[in-house]
């Protein structure tokens, strides 16, 4: 009978296969955590798009419908300063859809808050005392990471280089996740956000593992056992999966993300940062196509979001997405419509009959 061989992660965290569901902010919700701490993998829940006090409901509705451990994720971006100038060339960019959606080119909405991991957040990390935290963007300042660590919880962290791993290790973590290019959602970079020399999962992986001493975590372009025996064989202990989970009906997903994630290909994707003004990669629409991908124009993160919100909603109500960030990485084709536990204790399966 098969076995996982490297039980690093494994033993790490107390889970019972080295499956993490990636904490996907918008669509991640409680019901798909639970449903993948039950299988055997591990449970994520993003906070990013949270308020303290709906993580703090989030967390309590998972305690208490399972004993699985849990991962609680945080951005760790500095907010930018307001740039007067840069958001009114975004508007000005914008107006003429305004008008084609017949929107007041004057309206000025309020965007999705992306929100850093901050004291309120610790404590509820303190209160809860989740099994991991996992950082995006970096790491917090030294204060809030050492009241993490003094909870208990095992600290990771998303490197897309082997500079950044190196960082993260020193500093503290307790285990790196080697985000390749491939990935969905948003790029985890904090030392070098030069998106043209970005590394490929399965060229960072090895590297990657060869450069820290603690457990790698795989991630991009990962979504069937194929994937997760190349990257245990690249050195990885375990694997984060995220657009393979976007098909289960636990995720909150809107109806043109789950239609462009039926139709896309190999080649539908592309890095952008015209939704929030951080580059993440996502299944080219409309508004990428004509002002990006990549725009000078859009202001920095998160600030991007707050001009195209009254759009996507005019776009959605009539079924388009054409100013909805359809977050996916490359390998969705490889997905399968299931639920989530279910899908989570297939691909431990196939991955195990792979492995003997």
Request: hydrophobic share 45%.
């Amino acid at each position: 009978m098969a076995t996982w061989r490297d039980r690093r992660i494994i033993d790490l965290f107390g889970i019972d296969a080295p499956i993490i569901l990636a904490p996907m902010a918008g669509p991640g919700t409680p019901e798909l955590a639970i449903a993948v701490g039950e299988a055997g993998g591990l449970a994520s829940l993003p906070c990013a798009l949270l308020s303290v006090e709906q993580a703090r409901e989030a967390l309590t509705l998972i305690r208490s419908k399972t004993h699985a451990p849990v991962n609680l994720n945080f951005f760790c971006h500095t907010p930018p300063e307001a740039d007067a100038a840069r958001n009114l060339r975004w508007r000005a960019r914008l107006a003429g859809y305004y008008v084609e959606h017949g929107i007041d080119p004057e309206l000025t909405p309020a965007g999705a808050v992306r929100r850093p991991f901050d004291s309120d957040f610790c404590e509820v990390v303190e209160a809860f005392k989740p099994e991991v935290v996992s950082f995006h963007f970096g790491l917090p300042e030294k204060a809030l990471f050492d009241r993490v660590k003094a909870t208990g919880a095992k600290i990771i962290a998303s490197a897309t280089t082997v500079a950044e791993a190196r960082w993260l290790e020193a500093h503290g973590c307790d285990a790196i996740i080697a985000m390749g290019l491939e990935a969905g959602g948003h790029r985890g970079t904090f030392l070098n956000h030069e998106m043209a020399t970005q590394v490929g999962t399965f060229a960072l992986v090895p590297q990657v593992a060869d450069a820290v001493s603690v457990p790698v975590i795989a991630a991009g372009g990962i979504a069937d056992a194929r994937g997760i025996v190349a990257a245990l064989a690249l050195g990885a202990s375990a694997v984060q999966i995220g657009t393979a989970y976007l098909f289960c009906p636990e995720a909150r997903v809107p109806e043109v993300h789950r239609v462009a994630l039926r139709e896309s290909s190999d080649d539908s994707t592309a890095v952008t940062n015209v939704f929030t003004g951080r580059p993440a990669r996502g299944i080219m629409n409309r508004v990428m196509r004509e002002v990006g991908p990549l725009s000078e124009a859009a202001p920095a993160f998160p600030l991007a979001s707050a001009a195209l919100a009254p759009l996507k909603a005019k776009a959605e109500e009539a079924g388009k997405g054409d100013f909805t960030s359809l977050w996916s990485g490359q390998a969705a084709r490889l997905a399968r419509e299931m639920p989530a536990g279910e899908f989570t204790r297939v691909l431990i399966a196939e991955t195990l009959a792979r492995l003997s």
